[in-house]
């Protein structure tokens, strides 16, 4: 048995024209929908490729895949995911949000707000914490999630949480809103005050993101009331490792580990 997990991709989406336009302009625009149409299919014969070097360098091979799960918090992307599975895996796709049952209850005013990857990781993190769990999942947005322990290990429900932009979106926004701020990479920096302006911004996102989490992470235990075990996941949720004691475990694989529960739970195995 192998499942095929696809979190996310980036693609491009064909949309239609409503308004009337002369033979010029609709050649133009027929051009245009044949351009984006090549694209879209040189989008998925490359994440083809990836996917089959990917499990080729694991000794692996398509052929050999079975099942295959979509969370993309960009409804754009799962147009191309799906024909991705369809075409080159032929296999029908389960869709987090649109044909699975997750299997959680979602403890908020409106359960259809709460985004994919939020409840995916909720319920990767039941499978292997027990107790009340607060999710640091830190991406293109640093997500702070509060999910609640059941009677037993796999029960529990997502109680709604907090979003705040993620370190690389601050980054991008520093360098293209200051035309003197240069585009950096993110590191810890040895010392907190910086003596010029690379070093100055990185100690500024390194260090403020790290103030972020502590201050989030004490006010949400303050309010919550009851012990928590803080997770923390997502791309670049390594760089603080070390950094901070707010955080009690790292664990990369909460989203795949979340993917692979709800397959199961949705293909009775």
Same mark, same amino acid.
Request: hydrophobic content about 40%; charged content about 20%.
């Given at each position: 048995?192998? #499942?095929?997990?696809?979190?996310?991709?980036?693609?491009? #989406?064909?949309?239609?024209?409503?308004?009337?336009? %002369?033979?010029? =302009?609709?050649?133009?625009?027929?051009?245009?929908?044949?351009?984006?149409?090549?694209?879209?299919?040189?989008?998925?014969?490359?994440?083809?490729?990836?996917?089959?070097?990917?499990?080729?360098?694991?000794?692996?091979?398509?052929?050999?895949? %079975?099942?295959?799960?979509?969370?993309?918090?960009?409804?754009?992307?799962?147009?191309?995911?799906?024909?991705?599975?369809?075409?080159?895996?032929?296999?029908? !796709?389960?869709?987090? +949000?649109?044909?699975?049952?997750?299997?959680?209850? &979602?403890?908020?005013?409106?359960?259809?707000?709460? /985004?994919?990857?939020?409840?995916?990781?909720?319920?990767?993190?039941?499978?292997?914490?027990?107790?009340?769990?607060?999710?640091?999942?830190?991406?293109?947005?640093?997500?702070?999630?509060?999910?609640?322990? +059941?009677?037993?290990?796999?029960? +529990?429900?997502? =109680?709604?949480?907090?979003?705040?932009?993620?370190?690389?979106?601050?980054?991008? *926004?520093?360098?293209?809103?200051?035309?003197?701020? !240069?585009?950096? *990479?993110?590191?810890?920096?040895?010392?907190?005050?910086?003596?010029?302006? #690379? %070093?100055?911004?990185?100690?500024?996102?390194? @260090?403020?993101?790290?103030?972020?989490?502590?201050?989030? &992470?004490?006010?949400?235990?303050?309010? @919550?009331?009851? !012990?928590? %075990?803080?997770?923390?996941?997502?791309? &670049? *949720?390594?760089?603080? =490792?070390?950094?901070?004691?707010?955080?009690?475990?790292?664990?990369?694989?909460?989203?795949?580990? /979340?993917?692979? =529960?709800? @397959?199961?739970?949705?293909?009775?195995?």
């Amino acid at each position: 048995m192998m #499942v095929c997990c696809l979190c996310c991709c980036l693609c491009v #989406v064909l949309t239609g024209c409503r308004t009337q336009r %002369t033979s010029r =302009e609709m050649t133009d625009y027929q051009k245009q929908v044949s351009n984006r149409q090549e694209i879209a299919a040189r989008h998925e014969r490359r994440n083809e490729v990836y996917m089959d070097s990917l499990m080729l360098m694991k000794g692996l091979a398509v052929a050999s895949l %079975t099942g295959c799960i979509i969370s993309s918090v960009v409804p754009q992307s799962i147009f191309n995911l799906r024909n991705l599975a369809r075409r080159y895996l032929n296999i029908e !796709p389960l869709v987090i +949000g649109e044909n699975v049952n997750l299997g959680i209850e &979602v403890r908020i005013p409106k359960p259809s707000e709460a /985004g994919a990857d939020r409840l995916v990781n909720a319920i990767g993190a039941l499978q292997v914490y027990e107790g009340d769990l607060l999710l640091i999942d830190s991406g293109t947005a640093t997500t702070f999630d509060v999910v609640s322990g +059941g009677a037993e290990r796999g029960q +529990g429900a997502f =109680e709604g949480g907090l979003i705040a932009p993620g370190i690389n979106l601050s980054l991008q *926004a520093l360098h293209e809103a200051a035309a003197k701020l !240069p585009r950096i *990479a993110i590191q810890r920096p040895e010392v907190v005050i910086g003596r010029d302006t #690379v %070093t100055s911004m990185q100690s500024g996102v390194f @260090w403020g993101y790290i103030a972020l989490i502590e201050g989030l &992470v004490d006010r949400i235990k303050t309010e @919550w009331g009851k !012990p928590m %075990t803080v997770v923390g996941t997502g791309g &670049v *949720a390594s760089l603080f =490792e070390g950094s901070t004691q707010s955080i009690d475990r790292f664990d990369p694989d909460l989203t795949i580990r /979340g993917l692979l =529960e709800i @397959w199961r739970r949705n293909t009775h195995l």
